[in-house]
């Protein structure tokens, strides 16, 4: 079982505040993930990570953007936060040895105001 | 590309009902499939999985067959219960090249009342 860290928990800021979002692992797994859950639950892969200096877009284009210094952080950091990026954002890590799942952390709710 | 289909919701049972929730998959390959359960507040958490056709995946009473000729994993429970209502997610795993993403059902509501 993988241990993930997400932090904040819940953050409510302003507008065109600069925020960053941690995501933590303990596992020493090489793929990391960013997904953006939205109201009505649906989830969105944004960002995704191979490895060490190994950063992708996913499937749902966002104005975060995301860095892999070490493999155990992968944060999501967003230059001037909106209120369209009010939502819900989950970070998942992936051992390359199992069948595909995915390990979750707790999520950061972002509200921006 | 692949996609996942879900049963829409909210679904709402009563304790000790017999709960279905219906997916279906499209997918190049044989993928292995997922169910994940998130609980208000929570992240997702794995609730069961399969590999290869016929594999079944239980857990917690939870249960759910691959099915490869419906391309199907309904999760079935024969009784739920009040700490059951959560959102359940049915995923497949791409095994193209190394990628390895997870592609999500839209998320399905479960509420158990007592």
């Known amino acids: 079982e993988a241990d993930i860290y997400q932090t904040p928990r819940y953050l409510v800021i302003g507008t065109g505040k600069k925020i960053t979002l941690e995501c933590s692992q303990t596992?020493?797994?090489?793929?990391m993930y960013w997904y953006q859950q939205d109201p009505g639950m649906e989830l969105h892969l944004i960002h995704y990570?191979?490895?060490?200096?190994?950063?992708e877009k996913g499937d749902l284009s966002s104005e975060s953007t995301v860095s892999r210094i070490r493999t155990e952080h992968f944060p999501l950091t967003l230059e001037s936060a909106r209120p369209s990026h009010t939502s819900q954002y989950l970070c998942a890590t992936r051992d390359s040895a199992t069948t595909g799942e995915l390990f979750f952390g707790e999520g950061s709710r972002l509200t921006v105001l | 590309g692949d996609s996942v289909t879900q049963m829409e919701g909210p679904v709402t049972l009563s304790e000790e009902a017999f709960l279905t929730i219906n997916c279906t998959y499209t997918?190049?390959?044989?993928?292995?499939l997922f169910w994940y359960v998130q609980y208000p507040g929570e992240g997702l958490q794995l609730l069961l999985k399969a590999t290869k056709a016929d594999d079944k995946g239980s857990n917690k009473g939870f249960e759910a067959t691959y099915r490869k000729e419906t391309t199907s994993f309904h999760l079935e429970k024969g009784s739920v219960q009040v700490s059951d209502s959560a959102v359940y997610f049915c995923a497949l795993s791409d095994r193209g090249g190394s990628n390895y993403k997870l592609t999500f059902g839209k998320g399905t509501l479960l509420t158990v009342n007592p």
């Open positions: 596992m020493g797994h090489d793929k």
């Open positions: 990570s191979y490895g060490v200096n190994s950063t």
């Open positions: 997918a190049t390959g044989y993928p292995s």
